[in-house]
Nanobody, 116 residues
């Protein structure tokens, strides 16, 4: 079963930058498409960025042009660099596979708070 440990969140002013990291174990990481998900207060968790095993990326419209996703297959890690942060980016950020099973395992997430 996949194990995920997210880190790097914090409190930042609007316009600032944060870089999130996720350490993954329990799966053949280099073959999987990985993603970063965000759960804003009172909202459902949503996929905001994904990266395929060979590096192709996709982004939600709300973060396109501001967020960058990358991965290090040798270290089974995935990263999310968030630039020009907005208050609406506030939430708990999780990493996971994009293709989730019926009962996916989640990490503890990392809190991102953007003040206006």
């Amino acid at each position: 079963q996949v194990q995920l440990v997210e880190s790097g969140g914090g409190l930042v002013q609007a316009g600032g930058t944060l870089r999130l990291s996720c350490q993954v174990s329990g799966i053949l990481f280099r073959t999987r498409t990985m993603g970063w998900y965000r759960q804003a207060p009172g909202k459902q968790r949503e996929l905001v960025a994904s990266i395929a095993n060979l590096g192709a990326t996709n982004f939600a419209d709300s973060v396109k042009g501001r967020f960058t996703i990358s991965r290090d297959n040798a270290k089974s890690s995935v990263f999310l660099r968030m630039d020009r942060l907005k208050p609406e980016d506030t939430g708990v950020y999780y990493c996971n596979e994009v293709q989730l099973g019926s009962h996916p395992n989640w990490g503890q997430g990392t809190q991102v708070t953007v003040s206006s």
